[in-house]
Nanobody
């Protein structure tokens, strides 16, 4: 497992942009699939985006596709989530996640049990 620390959350208006960062420590970041989940108020935690460790392929939830971009910088052990055109429904606690080294994240949208490291979250609030 790795330790994950998110930052970059805040209060923004609808239509604004925000970039979240997540720094990993204590493990081999470059060999781990990483991604983002979120938990809206009163709802279950849900998958947002992920990026593979091998080919840097990216995948997104339908709700954020075309607006959010996930990327990683292995030299900095950091994963980012660029969020554009934010909507009220993007309001949530955003969690950084990592899977086992050399592991797959292909089922993260269905099975959060495949995640073995979680950050504590950063709050994003979108106002009208």
């Amino acid at each position: 497992q790795v330790q994950l620390v998110e930052s970059g959350g805040g209060l923004v208006q609808a239509g604004d942009s925000l970039r979240l960062s997540c720094v990993a420590s204590g493990g081999t970041f470059s060999r781990k699939p990483v991604g983002w989940f979120r938990q809206p108020p009163g709802k279950e935690r849900e998958f947002v985006a992920r990026i593979t460790w091998s080919s840097f392929n990216t995948y997104y939830a339908d709700a954020v596709k075309g607006r959010f971009t996930i990327s990683r910088d292995n030299a900095k052990s950091t994963v980012y989530l660029q969020m554009n055109s934010l909507k009220l429904e993007d309001t949530a606690l955003y969690y950084c996640a990592a899977g086992p080294s050399y592991g797959s994240s292909s089922n993260w949208h269905n099975d959060q049990g495949q995640v073995d490291s979680w950050g504590k979250g950063t709050l994003v609030t979108v106002s009208s």
